[in-house]
């Protein structure tokens, strides 16, 4: 038997729970999360029934089936969507940057500095994120403020690392997937670099194993290996370079050099670069370490915004990589 009175707060609850459910499914995507999150709410659901007293009708079995198929064809939609990435896009991205520093919200341009959170770090490698956010206006976009945050990953390799470019020569460098890449060599870390005409040709110079596949274009970014030693900024840096290029790829545009923003990235002077989507740049400290900073979920930012992070982590030369729906 229900105990008096709380068959009311037996369905707000059980509502709740299933609104909560449904919200979790948008954030967190894919099987496992969609399995943790229906188990959840089952589980959720008979500690209420259980502190409520509400009795199982006799449909139960059919209504779980029902709930369950739901809540995993829920989960099947939404991965497919890559709501857990996208969420964002539906939101205002017109406001300026926010960052964290010493714990508070600052506009980007104001800021000396920025909290990093450590997420991995040995010898070799350090992975961090950085918190990023922006004023929204609709009570949708401040609530996920309060509860969702935007993140931005910055990976800072040491230069004794191991890197090369992973292509495929005979099909003239068409793109590859994670897992064609990771099938032609085991790597500990990937990411896109080369940008692709629509016919999905590789654009600017490539240098594959020693051996020029593509010649230089105006692009005014680089990466490249010489003599096994990473380097990445713009076109005027290598000129101090001299030694066997075993790797080699450009990338457009260049945004920084000793420290210094160029003033073309500070006017955000084209259209696309002016766009807040997901990005990707490469970088070099001053010690050599390559830094590769990405957008993570919802860090959708223009060029010249993923440039001031760049600056304010040290980054000293700078190249963007790729971007968009790629990412």
């Known amino acids: 038997m229900a105990k008096p009175g709380l068959n009311f707060i037996h369905y707000f609850a059980v509502l709740a729970l299933f609104s909560l459910s449904i919200m979790l499914l948008v954030f967190f995507n894919g099987f496992f999360a969609a399995l943790m999150i229906a188990g959840l709410f089952f589980s959720g659901r008979?500690?209420?029934?259980?502190?409520?007293?509400?009795?199982?009708?006799?449909?139960?079995?059919?209504?779980?089936?029902?709930?369950?198929?739901?809540?995993?064809?829920?989960?099947?939609?939404?991965?497919?969507?890559?709501?857990?990435?996208?969420?964002?896009?539906?939101?205002d991205r017109h406001a300026t940057l926010k960052v964290k520093q010493e714990g508070e919200w600052v506009f980007i341009p104001n800021a000396r500095q920025l909290d990093r959170n450590e997420l991995y770090s040995n010898a070799q490698v350090t992975i961090e994120s950085i918190d990023i956010k922006r004023n929204q206006g609709g009570l949708f976009g401040r609530a996920l403020n309060l509860f969702v945050s935007q993140k931005v990953h910055v990976f800072t390799f040491q230069p004794n690392n191991a890197f090369y470019l992973v292509g495929d020569p005979n099909h003239s460098f068409s793109p590859l997937t994670v897992h064609e890449a990771m099938e032609r060599k085991n790597s500990h870390f990937l990411i896109n670099s080369s940008f692709y005409d629509p016919e999905n040709q590789a654009l600017g110079e490539?240098?594959?194993?020693?051996?020029?596949?593509?010649?230089?274009?105006?692009?005014?970014?680089?990466?490249?290996?010489?003599?096994?030693?990473?380097?990445?900024?713009?076109?005027?840096?290598?000129?101090e370079?001299?030694?066997?290029?075993?790797?080699?790829?450009?990338?457009?545009?260049?945004?920084?050099?000793?420290?210094?923003?160029?003033?073309?990235?500070?006017?955000?002077?084209?259209?696309?670069?002016?766009?807040?989507?997901?990005?990707n740049l490469i970088g070099e400290k001053e010690d050599g370490s390559i830094v590769f900073i990405a957008s993570g979920n919802g860090g959708l930012l223009d060029v010249r915004e993923i440039t001031q992070i760049a600056q304010l982590i040290g980054v000293k030369n700078a190249t963007l990589f790729d971007a968009g729906v790629a990412l």
């Open 46 to 91: 008979w500690l209420i029934r259980h502190f409520t007293g509400h009795p199982t009708s006799g449909m139960a079995l059919l209504k779980n089936g029902f709930l369950l198929v739901f809540l995993f064809v829920t989960g099947f939609f939404f991965t497919a969507f890559r709501t857990e990435t996208n969420y964002y896009f539906f939101l």
């Open 206 to 239: 490539i240098i594959y194993c020693g051996k020029e596949f593509r010649p230089k274009s105006n692009s005014s970014g680089y990466f490249k290996v010489i003599d096994g030693v990473p380097h990445a900024g713009p076109r005027s840096l290598f000129d």
């Open 241 to 279: 370079y001299s030694g066997q290029v075993q790797y080699a790829c450009q990338a457009h545009p260049s945004t920084m050099k000793d420290g210094v923003i160029f003033q073309y990235i500070l006017d955000n002077s084209f259209a696309k670069w002016q766009q807040r989507t997901y990005r």
